[in-house]
Structure formats: structure tokens, C-alpha cells
């Protein structure tokens, strides 16, 4: 294959990537005030770096506390950062085609496993979900190379970037799973290369991990606490709906790239690519691109692609477990391959072609899907967090807070962490988010001068439901009380309420400020 055709297919696949980052993100920014509910939870948790938190463990976190050091704490941010963990895993699904097939059919795979939801539409929601989807994506890369190449260098980095991908969301075990499925599958557990290919990458696992390892233990594990509490159901039955909701909902997120597969069909159909030399026609147009696959290549495709999906409904039918649409983020990363057993002809003429309808209907759901959450919700009065009037909340109750404390900025508002994310993001980048009244879940705060400065307490019945308990305390124990309340987009939409409270500094906050150099 020629370099020169390998260098402008890869620069083709950067450009296509940086594309779908601008248009999701640009879009995104314009047409929503506030971000989903994840994505304004890892704006709030990124007031510090922990290593770790009450509901996940720390890696994404830390790449928000990042993103915010550099560009402010703003709302597109979450935006940003979701299409760039998806840029990144398409890059490595990019790396290990490459591997496998040619420059164009491996950007042929990227571009069908792009419009996938996941690397989309919802890849505009910065959660643990979508930041997991690039380590995975550059462990399965690792791993095939670590068993083909069986180098102590790629075996290292496989287990590294798989205590990232721990640290991200602890379902990175899943993947893991399908590793040694096929390791045994293969037979390759015979071999003694690979029984200390796999040793040094467990130890580089435990390096990298060792310090959340710590954390977990000295907070009684509480994430995985969290998760197997997320697991749980009502009952059997309850099981059983969950998984086919789950089923239905994944067949829907991939419903974009049978779109693009059934119009490529159709196409080919009506207008067949141009022949190669009657000598090659037949061989040419009757083999598909998957027949060039070594067995060992489609066995690795097949078991590491499919095993997540399928062990992840088998395990919660047998356990009556309960599955989220969203966690199957990461499970389809490999789909856009199965393409190349049905894929063949011309390679030249397939890649303009399925470019073509790709980047079309890439444009057509990032412009629909701002329409939607944008105007069309405003003029609907749905109240789409997506319209959350987070900026209008901002400058009315800081307008209260200057009134009752005209002397000293609002550094501290008690909240849930939408409607105190909402507050805090639009406040200013010195106020920080006491969620839900809850030092285990602040632990940016300490406990001894959380509240010297005071604190704005604020709680919406519409928007969160009764306050959590800590929080109600804080509110009853505030100097001030009030409530006001504001439209949630336009006249048809319901009304916010906002209880508010306001809890004044301490004589501790003025000694503090006047210890501060002017």
C-alpha cells in the first residue's frame, strides 16, 4: 500500500474527527443553556481533584477540573468534552483497522461506527459513560497488538490505560471479561509469552490503580456501593422489562448506521461500482473485504466485539438485575468492522459513497437535535433541562444575595447538584456547590469552614422534588428565607419555584478576606 495513500486517508479521518468535534460542540453551545444532568454533575465535581467521589470513581473529573482550568467553567464545555473522548475512541477504532484492513476501509469503519448515538448524539453528553469510551477503544487496540506483537512495552500500556479506563467506571470489567474469554478462546493461555505479557500488565494495572485502590478503602468502598445499588429491581419481572428496554433502546442508538448501511445497499443496488479487469471481475465483486481477514483477525473481531453486549443481557436475565440504556455505551465500539462482511467492489468508489452519507446525516441529526432541544423546546415550553434557565436563576438570587449581604460575594450555594451546578456555573468561578447539604459528597469543602463565608441555600419541589434532609437543616437554620419563582423557557412552560435561604458569614470570613493581600 502506498504511504502517500496511507498519509491522506489518515489526514482525511483527522479532518472528518475535528469536524464532528466543531459541529456537535458549536451547535450544543448555541442552542442549549445548561447541559444534560451527568454533564453539570462533572462540572460541580470538578471544583477539586479527588481520588474519588461518592458515586464514581475520579478519571473523568479530572480531565473536567482540567478543561476548566484552561477555558473558564462553562456550560459548552461538557459538550466539548463528551466529543472529544469520542473523537479519541474513534481514533484508536481508526489504529486497530488499521491493523487489520486498508487505510480505506479502515476509515470506512470510522465512519460507519460514528453515527452510532453514542458517538454522536449522545456523545455530546460528558459522563463516565462516554469518557470510558476512548480507553476501552485504545484497550482493545493494546490487546490485540500485546497478543499478535507480544511486546512488554504494548502489554505495559494495556495495563495502564485499563486501570484508566477502572478509574473512569468499574464496568471497564466487562471488557476486561471479554479479554480473557478470547485468551482462552484462542488458546493463547498456553503460551508463556502471553502469561507474562499478562503479568506485567497486571502490575501495571495495580501501579496506576493503587492510589484510587487507597481511596476506596479508606471510604468504604461507597462507589461500588452506589453501583450495586443502581442494579437492583423490584423483582424478576421488573428485570425482564429493563433488559427489553434496554435491548430496544440499542437497537435505536444504532439505528443511524443501519441508515447509512440499508442507503449504502440501496445505492450499490441501483448503481453498482465500477468493475476492476475482467480477469479479477468475478473474484473482485464476489469476495467481501472480511474474506482478506486471517481466522485469528475475524475470531478477535467477533468475541471481543460481541461479548460485552451479550454476557451484560445473559448475566442480568440470570442475576434479575436491572440494565440502563446508557451502559451500553461502550458495548458497540467494534460494530462499524461488521460491515466488511458485506462490504465489497470497488474501495474507492464505497468510501465517497458512505462518506457521502455519513457526514450528511451527521449534519442532519446535529442540526435537528439543536432545533429540538433548542427553539423548538423553548416555543413548546417543554421543560428540557436543555432550556433550564440556569443563567436568569443565577442573576435573580444573586440579586437577593447582594441585598441581604452587600459586603462579601457569594462563595457557597447548598444545593442539588443540577439546580446548585445551574447557580454556581453561572455565578462566577469562586463559587462552589455544597450538594445537597452533604460533606461526603462536597469533599472540596471542609468541615470546620464550609459556611464561615455563608451560603446561599436554594431548593426547587419542580425540578428536584422535597429537599434531602442536610439540605432542609441548612435551609431552617438560615437567617433569611424567601421564595420567588421564574418561567422555565417561555410563557407555555411550567414555573420554577425557588426557595431560597440565606445563611450570612461569620466574623471568621471578614478576618479571612482582610488576611488576604490587597
Partial sequence: MPSSLYRSTQGQAIFYLLGLVGLWTVLCAISHKAPDLDGMEELVWASSLELGYLKHPPFPSWIMYGLTQIFGRSTWLSFFGGQIFSALALGFVWLLARELVSPRQAFIVVLLTSTSAYFSLRGTIYNHNTAQLWSLAAATWLFYRALRFQQVRTWVLLGAVSAIATMTKYSAFIQFAAFFVFILRQGSWKDAATI?????????????????????VVNTFAPLRYADGSLETQGHMDAIRAILHFCLDQLARLSPLLLVWSAWRYWNHKRPAAKPPAEFAHEATSLSYASALSAWDRSFLLWIGLFPVISTVVLSMLLGTRLEASWGTTFFTLFGFYALWWLRGDEQINLRRIAFLVIGLQVVMALTYAAARGPLAWHSGRDTRSTFPGPAIAEQLGDIWGKHVPDFPLRLVASDTWMGGNIAVNSGPEVEVFINGRLDESPWLDAATA???????????????????NLQRLFDQASWQGLTALPWSSEKSPIIDLNWAIIPPSTACADSNAAKPQ
Fill in 451 to 469: 459556611l464561615d463565608c455563608g451560603a446561599l441555600v436554594v431548593y426547587s419541589r419542580k425540578t428536584k422534588g422535597e429537599p434531602h434532609p
Fill in 196 to 216: 507474562k505479557g499478562v503479568a506485567w500488565a497486571v502490575v501495571a494495572f495495580l501501579v496506576v490503580l493503587s492510589p484510587h485502590l487507597y481511596w476506596l
